[in-house]
């Protein structure tokens, strides 16, 4: 079983900051990709932030300049900075983990269950 759990997520004013975690947990050999989508109401969910195990990251258009990501990779952890929030930021922010447990042979993608971030004065 592998566990992926958010936390972090809240309320903050337009131009403030959040950092939000995520730790993948469980029997787990290995992962690739680590990083997070975010759902807003009536929307698709979209890519914020992603990053490889060699450390190759990939950012959506509209976080660029403004969010960071990184990884902590002994500890199955990975951290979004987000700076300079707007009110269209908000949404329901998800944590992806591309594992291989130690009992498959391939990797399989794990979802946390989401942490809510609200922009908003």
């Known amino acids: 079983q592998v566990q992926v759990v958010e936390s972090g997520g809240g309320v903050v004013q337009p131009g403030g900051s959040l950092r939000l975690s995520c730790v993948a947990s469980g029997s787990i050999s290995s992962i690739n990709v680590m990083g997070w989508y975010r759902q807003a109401p009536g929307k698709e969910r979209e890519l914020v932030a992603v990053e490889t195990r060699v450390g190759t990251t990939n950012y959506g258009d509209s976080v660029k300049g403004r969010f960071s990501i990184s990884r902590d990779y002994a500890k199955n952890t990975v951290y979004l900075q987000m700076n300079g929030l707007k009110p269209e930021d908000t949404a329901v922010y998800y944590c992806?983990?591309?594992?291989?447990?130690?009992?498959?042979?391939?990797?399989?993608?794990?979802w946390g269950q989401g942490t809510q971030v609200t922009v908003s004065s």
């Open positions: 992806n983990a591309d594992v291989r447990p130690y009992d498959r042979v391939y990797m399989y993608k794990y």
